[in-house]
């Protein structure tokens, strides 16, 4: 049984990089986990840990002959900096890989090092997927003062799944994930047909599919779709302030701008968030 979707990866060249940029710019509680990641791992990895939703982490190969590392060198080369993988976790996940692949999935052999086990993205409409434990991460988030001026992010509320076909995709995750997911509904402000599912805690997960390409919205995803196919195409946080927030982050260096076709949505331009397409909304 799924319990949770904690955190999303980030697959990045330039580690301090993100770091800076995640903490100093985006004004997120980061916990860098390098030094023992490298040796366990052979990548650089770091938690933000903003409130609500799921967690972001920052991942970057370090070990070239490491399993981890050569998995995201792979990603790098073929696709860029963006994002790489969504995690969720369950009891066992050995005993949870079982249970997806009788349900017709395509589940990887334990990655050597790894403590989680992987849903192949051909399987789950381009998202790579890992199982890890309950509780996979027991960080706490560094105290972060009272820094008045911070844009006040939350983590994330949202992943959107670019997808062609949505009545699979809801097989895929309400049926061989087996989460809850919602009834699909046509959204006439965007273009596309939508359906939302929620996994037990963290954020939610939104599956959507191209209706009418006259929307700005619904024509960005067909955009994405032809270029990249299937996957991850945004991640949504929030704010309780939404134009507070972005005032700030113009005022730190980072460009917001509105989403065409959605008034309510701001994206921060994605030069600063490593190939991560990252929107802010109301809370």
Known sequence: MITAMPR?????????????????????????????SVARLGARVAMCMPEGGSYIELMSPADPHAPLSHSLQKFLARRGEGLFALMLEAPDPNTEAD????????????????????VHPHSTHGVLIRIYPVNSFRGHAP?????????????????????HDLDHAMTVYGNQFALDMAEPTIDAKRGVRSAVCTPPSGGVIECVSVHNRNHPFAESVAAFLAS????????????HDLQRSARTLTARGVEVHHVAGVPDLVEIERAATFGARIWLEPA
Do not use: C, N, W
């Open 228 to 239: 990249r196919g299937e996957g991850m195409y945004a991640l949504v946080l929030q704010s």
């Open 143 to 163: 105290a972060h003062g009272q820094d008045m001026d911070s844009p006040g992010l939350s983590g994330i509320a949202r992943v959107l799944v670019a997808v």
């Open 99 to 118: 249970a997806l692949a009788s349900r017709g999935l395509t589940v990887l052999p334990l990655m050597a090092g790894a403590g989680g086990r992987d």
């Open 8 to 36: 999303i990866a980030i697959a990045i060249h330039d580690f301090p990089k993100s770091l800076a940029t995640f903490r100093d710019l985006l004004g997120m509680p980061v916990v860098d986990l390098s030094e023992s």
